[in-house]
């Protein structure tokens, strides 16, 4: 972040049952607060993105709550959501990106709400400012995102799969992971992002990025069935094996999927995706708990180790991240595998929103591009 942001911002992350929104008044964090969405009230809607409103008006209630004007937001930075192609970076959001989202014709998550009602948020606030002749020292009040999930970067050659039809895809936690980068630079007071860190975000899911020079040339994706295991995912499975249950009789595609998503790893073996309760049981002496920590540890190690190959284990820096890496056990067991490689820095927990700020503190100090986003682009805008 600059060194005297000025102007307000305000950061939204839209998740599956949640929406983190956070206010930012010239640099200084002046609230952040996690909405939960009750299952009832998510049910009523058929598609995801019907939620649009729903969000919106849940976003303005903390505002009102919080006695903040909307008329004072000066930039809204959003999550980004699933659309390719695309880099990482800052993309304004235009009528191309609302399109693919709205539709989902890259993939359905509910990050996809973050940039769509950002967008619409904006619009409101300039309707009021325009006819109440309220101008702003910055303008319009638009809507940006940052460092989407879907930015590919990687190198060719890391983009080859087994078969033609299986290539490997970049899916990742693109705005935390290069925020435990930034983060790491200012701690040790590097001014330049020109180091090479392998960046692990453990979470729901797990993502490894291989970040050299600013740019993520290597990485997994954690939606799609590509790393390791995660605490409610399958991550990479035996082809064979899942070539016959899905033709067992037994599963439908959709079973089929939500076992790998979201009925994997952990939630498989206790019926539970409360790492911190594992842990604690594997302290008490549980056998199985012991194991499976071991487990899950050693298969995040082998991917980071695995990752390093592509810069021929010249690294600089081994990041854990993610609000996993807040469990001690976990960071320890990782490190204790890894850090022949390089040094391991924990930073622990989730950087989304402040990220956001202060990538729109930059935009609004113009000290940053801004991407176009063309949905019938073949390569991402910067290439």
Do not use: W
């Amino acid at each position: 972040m600059n060194e005297t942001p000025k102007g307000n911002v305000l950061a939204i992350d839209t998740g599956t049952t949640t929406t983190n929104v956070g206010y930012y008044k010239d640099g200084v964090t002046v609230f952040e607060q996690r909405i939960t969405h009750a299952a009832h009230e998510l049910a009523q809607f058929a598609n995801v993105m019907d939620q649009d409103q729903m969000r919106r008006e849940a976003i303005l209630d903390v505002l009102e709550k919080r006695e903040i004007n909307p008329l004072d937001i000066d930039i809204i930075m959003a999550r980004g959501g699933l659309f390719a192609p695309v880099r990482t970076g800052v993309y304004k959001v235009n009528r191309d990106m609302r399109d693919v989202l709205m539709t989902c014709r890259d993939g359905v998550h509910a990050c996809n709400l973050s940039a769509v009602v950002a967008d619409e948020l904006a619009y409101l606030i300039n309707e009021v400012r325009n006819d109440q002749k309220i101008s702003s020292p910055f303008g319009l009040c638009q809507a940006y995102i940052a460092d989407p999930p879907m930015a590919d970067e990687m190198l060719p050659e890391c983009r080859i799969g087994g078969l033609p039809e299986f290539p490997r895809r970049a899916f990742f936690h693109a705005l935390n992971s290069r925020a435990a980068v930034k983060e790491y630079l200012k701690k040790i007071s590097h001014k330049e992002n020109d180091i090479t860190a392998i960046v692990a975000h453990l979470g729901n899911g797990i993502t490894v990025t291989l970040h050299k020079n600013g740019e993520v040339i290597d990485t997994n994706n954690g939606l799609g069935g590509d790393g390791p295991f995660t605490q409610e995912r399958a991550g990479t499975c035996p082809a064979f094996p899942l070539v016959e249950m899905c033709f067992s009789g037994k599963y439908t595609e959709s079973d089929i999927k939500k076992k790998i998503l979201g009925g994997g790893g952990a939630v498989a073996y206790f019926g539970t995706n409360d790492m911190e309760e594992l842990s604690k049981k594997a302290k008490d002496g549980n056998e199985d708990c012991k194991v499976f920590l071991k487990a899950f540890c050693l298969n995040v190690a082998k991917y980071i180790a695995g990752i390093s190959a592509t810069v021929d284990g010249r690294v600089d820096v081994i990041i854990l991240t993610g609000n996993n890496a807040l469990i001690p056990d976990i960071c320890e067991g990782i490190s204790k595998k890894i850090s022949f490689i390089a040094p391991v820095e924990v930073i622990a927990g989730e950087h989304a929103l402040v990220s956001l700020a202060e990538n729109g503190y930059n935009v609004l100090s113009s000290s940053v591009k801004i991407h176009r986003y063309d949905k019938n682009a073949i390569v991402p805008d910067g290439e």
